[in-house]
């Protein structure tokens, strides 16, 4: 009897020991009667002399590229621009935005990047690598929210993705005192449907989960009005639509401005004689060679274009398509786009892809003719970025509209237009690069009227007011 009273006591001796040590290595509170001597102490060491002017300090998270995570960019911005401190928290793979590497109210705190073999793209090997992929991202993520920075006021999570990153902001901001905003730029299940199937048992716990924590966030932004409604409807939360805006870096180009950049890329400069004279047309497509965003298409369309404008009685101009951006896919349609040209079926379309810095890109889209957009939409409720930065040049965009979302953002024969396949895009192309129809003119001035709408005039009586930064 003596020895079960002993072994109890052991028991629950090392029990309330593991106890004490889980609540002393827990992290530390937000207190706000801390946060002016911690500004002060932060822009100091960073040498500047900008000070904040609130209260209010805020960790903005994406667990992806901070470079390549624009909008999530432009929060931290727009907090910094009106005095709060931001912790922007994200994988640091490319560059960032220049105004936040230079902005002293902006600390870049980078997650450690995953290991090359857990970047499994094969979908049989995604299934074996999942699980040690989430653990990795739980451990590393959990050290930089609890430990790796100081408490803030609030969190601001992009989702997605959502697997692991909503439970971890949950559970830090639970233990941290720090208020959740979810910043919903897709569902996460409905782009891992994708990969495994609308009917795989992880897409179904992925959907679970998400519907889940959504209900522990403070509030929630989205991106469209059709999101915010399926969120009602599907989780039964309020989200608060924000919708994207180009922030004021993208302008249109004057012609001696435009001339004088496509002369200077290298991609450009051997046409830039070329486009000048009228004889080609630049065409910019910005992708994330993902399964949302089927380069097939344009790659139909471009080769269909080709045909017909090698006819003799044609007068269409050349093409020289720009493609943009990093990803899985790249290389397989590098590969056929080499094909195709060694057996001249691009005779009349030249495809050159970049890695361009923000500043450039932003050029490169106001000296362009027409932007392309591939985005297909896994949830039918999100929307591509890039067709608002493009609007914010001028540009006018043709884009993949076959999905619910799409008219919240082009209007269709005034700024844009819509198909639905390598054939109606070609066709557009046909159309609106044909000088003589008048068509491409007419979407440009849309697009224009585009570029009054602007970022910041969108976050503020949205965002800045959530976050008590604005009125």
Request: aromatic share 8%; with cysteine; hydrophobic share 45%.
């Amino acid at each position: 009897m003596q020895l079960n009273v002993e072994y109890v006591l052991g028991i629950a001796l090392v029990l309330s020991t593991l106890f004490c040590l889980l609540l002393l290595a827990l992290p530390s509170q937000y207190d706000p009667r801390l946060e002016r001597s911690r500004r002060a102490s932060s822009a100091s060491l960073k040498g500047g002399h900008r000070k904040s002017k609130s209260k209010i300090s805020v960790q903005v998270v994406v667990l992806g590229d901070i470079g390549r995570s624009p909008r999530m960019q432009y929060h931290a911005l727009s907090i910094a621009k009106h005095g709060a401190r931001v912790d922007i928290i994200g994988y640091k793979e490319s560059d960032v935005h220049p105004e936040i590497q230079s902005d002293e109210l902006i600390n870049v705190v980078p997650i450690p990047p995953l290991p090359k073999r857990l970047r499994a793209s094969n979908r049989l090997l995604f299934v074996f690598t999942a699980p040690f992929k989430i653990l990795w991202q739980v451990l590393s993520l959990y050290y930089v929210l609890g430990y790796g920075t100081k408490p803030a006021k609030w969190m601001l999570v992009q989702n997605p993705p959502s697997i692991p990153t909503l439970a971890l902001a949950w559970f830090v901001c639970f233990f941290r005192n720090t208020r959740l905003v979810i910043d919903w730029h897709n569902f996460g299940y409905s782009i891992l449907a994708l990969k495994l199937g609308p009917s795989h048992p992880l897409v179904r716990i992925s959907a679970r989960y998400e519907a889940i924590f959504s209900r522990f966030a403070f509030t929630h932004f989205a991106v469209t009005d059709a999101m915010a409604r399926l969120m009602k409807e599907q989780y039964n939360v309020i989200a608060l639509p924000l919708h994207d805006r180009p922030p004021m870096h993208f302008q249109p180009l004057t012609q001696e401005q435009r001339d004088s950049f496509l002369g200077r890329l290298p991609e450009t400069a051997k046409f830039a004689e070329e486009v000048k004279t009228g004889g080609a047309k630049i065409v910019v497509s910005s992708t994330s060679w993902t399964a949302d965003e089927d380069f097939s298409i344009l790659l139909d369309a471009l080769v269909a274009y080709s045909s017909e404008a090698s006819l003799v009685a044609s007068r269409l101009p050349r093409i020289i398509a720009i493609i943009t951006g990093k990803g899985p896919q790249k290389e397989h349609y590098l590969s056929r786009i080499k094909s195709l040209t060694d057996q001249n079926k691009l005779s009349k379309a030249v495809i050159q892809t970049a890695w361009l810095s923000a500043s450039d890109y932003a050029l490169l889209l106001g000296a362009a003719d027409l932007g392309v957009s591939l985005h297909t939409s896994s949830s039918g409720v999100d929307l591509p970025m890039k067709v608002v930065d493009m609007f914010g040049t001028g540009l006018p965009v043709v884009g993949w509209s076959d999905f619910e979302a799409w008219p919240e953002l082009v209007q269709e024969g005034v700024n844009g237009r819509g198909f639905k396949s390598s054939d109606q895009l070609k066709q557009l192309l046909v159309d609106l690069l044909n000088e003589g129809a008048g068509q491409l003119d007419k979407l440009r001035e849309g697009a224009l009227r585009e570029c009054g709408r602007r970022w910041d005039e969108e976050w503020d009586p949205v965002a800045g007011r959530v976050l008590g930064l604005a009125h």
